[in-house]
């Protein structure tokens, strides 16, 4: 499970605020003051603070109805405003209403974001304050206004602090030796516990020097760009994060600052509009991209995109791990030149097996195969294309059996294959049909074409063995019969022991 989205910090009203109000009532002789700040409802203003004795100010959720015009102040100076009558009478209680006077009032804002309104009160029986109020109260708006923006800020980034400290806690389960797609599963999960989006898209660097990303997950929508496509960094949403290793939010793509999602112009093949992105970055350096896109425009919030910063840097840097984790296992465990297993990780792969068979009581068959005569082909072609006829030999082994058994280049021009539950009898079909595909086979490189066959052996498990050692014995003396009576052919170690 994901860690709960952190809520907008709703700042308080420090005592320090008196100060303000005692240096207002002196400089405005018969005022008086209050703070109200925005409610957990986010609809509200609740009064907050004030110097009176006489209750001015009702104490309940307010100004539902009242319509704030943010607009109007210069740089820096918060607007200020007075108060018409029916406003008023919402702010003010029934006792305060009979006395007369005027009301001015300013909206406190930080980051563009309301968070509450500064009220005087001034014994005036004039309801258009003179200059010299307006001042004052704009200049007691600045210092309220400072300190609950720094409030405010320091609020948030404690919850974003405890958000993060939750989120790298349960990082600590993550298993970087598992899949990659395992830790795109939850990448996406933790991004679904916190925002709504329609599409989450992780994009990869496909190598460490070229601009083109790769879509490896898709949560959502799959069209367009399902996972498996490839598409150039420059001048489209999900390639600019990359390429600029930034954060970028966009309310409505349509409206620029780039010509596509993915692709340039393709902005008009779907409904999607607001898009948040973030770089995906290992050691320093920007690996790909983890982007949420709405149908809905303005989804996206500047602190939406420092939460997704946040996943991108735990769960992110996990899927980097994990995918460098198996660069570096592929390289231990395969052979470079087959993608085959190379020959300890086979003999290991092997051995896993027959545990799990004697546990089950299954069978097993392995099967040894050598290509014919490669010698000469070697001799008479080159090692290069010797290379090329074991690369496509390996090729056709691969694509002759199951998903499930297993396939590995032993040395030199020499496999082996396990199959999977199944005697030496059911095996043979497999057998065969590997023999007969390598044969029906055009060698064909370089200009040089060839006819390739080989020999197989085939060994039993449990008929003919019970260690990895023994079945692979038997299982090269039946292939090497195959050999010795001309090859193109699949002789099964039964035969030999009768």
Not at 411 to 429: A, C, L, P, Q, T
């Amino acid at each position: 499970m994901a860690p709960k989205k952190p809520e907008l910090h709703r700042p308080v009203l420090p005592s320090s605020y008196t100060e303000v109000f005692d240096l207002l009532e002196r400089s405005l002789p018969g005022s008086s003051a209050a703070v109200y700040l925005m409610g957990e409802d986010g609809k509200h203003l609740v009064l907050a603070g004030d110097n009176s004795t006489n209750e001015r100010f009702n104490k309940k959720p307010l100004l539902s109805k009242l319509s704030l015009d943010l607009s109007g102040g210069q740089a820096g100076v918060p607007p200020a405003m007075s108060l018409a009558a029916p406003d008023q009478a919402v702010l003010l209680s029934k006792s305060a209403r009979s006395k007369g006077g005027s009301l001015i009032a300013s909206p406190l804002s930080a980051d563009d974001r309301f968070l509450g309104l500064l009220v005087v009160s001034l014994k005036s029986e004039s309801e258009n304050p003179n200059p010299v109020a307006w001042q004052y109260m704009q200049a007691a708006a600045r210092i309220v206004q400072l300190n609950l923006a720094q409030e405010s800020e320091l609020g948030d980034l404690n919850q974003f602090n405890s958000f993060l400290t939750d989120m790298v806690g349960r990082s600590r389960d993550l298993d970087i030796t598992g899949s990659a797609p395992d830790i795109m599963n939850v990448t996406a999960a933790a991004a679904a516990e916190i925002f709504a989006f329609d599409r989450l898209t992780i994009s990869i660097r496909i190598s460490e020097t070229g601009d083109t990303l790769q879509v490896i997950h898709v949560a959502g929508s799959p069209k367009p760009m399902p996972v498996g496509s490839e598409f150039l960094s420059q001048n489209v949403c999900h390639g600019e994060v990359f390429r600029q290793v930034k954060g970028i939010a966009l309310d409505d793509m349509s409206a620029g600052p780039f010509e596509g999602r993915f692709e340039v112009g393709d902005l008009a093949k779907g409904s999607l509009r607001s898009f948040a992105g973030v770089p995906i970055i290992e050691a320093g350096v920007s690996k790909g991209t983890l982007a949420v896109e709405s149908t809905q425009a303005g989804r996206y919030s500047p602190d939406d995109l420092h939460l997704l910063t946040a996943i991108s840097q735990v769960y992110g840097t996990a899927l980097c791990w994990t995918m460098r984790y198996q660069e570096v296992h592929a390289l231990a465990t395969v052979d470079g030149l087959t993608g085959l297993l190379n020959s300890r990780s086979f003999t290991q792969r092997m051995g896993e097996e027959l545990e799990r068979d004697s546990r089950y009581g299954h069978e097993m068959t392995m099967l040894m195969l050598d290509i014919d005569n490669f010698k000469s082909v070697n001799d008479t072609y080159g090692h290069l294309y010797g290379n090329y006829v074991i690369k496509q030999t390996a090729r056709l082994i691969r694509s002759s059996i199951r998903v499930a058994d297993v396939a590995g280049r032993l040395g030199g021009d020499e496999f082996g294959v396990v199959i999977i539950n199944s005697d030496s009898h059911s095996s043979r079909k497999t057998a065969e049909r590997i023999k007969q595909s390598i044969a029906n086979f055009k060698f064909y490189n370089d200009g040089i074409r060839s006819n390739i066959t080989i020999s197989i052996g085939m060994s039993e498990y449990p008929v003919h063995g019970t260690t990895v050692k023994d079945i692979t014995k038997h299982a090269d003396e039946a292939m090497y019969t195959v050999k010795h009576s001309g090859g193109n052919g699949v002789v099964s170690y039964s035969k030999l022991s009768k």
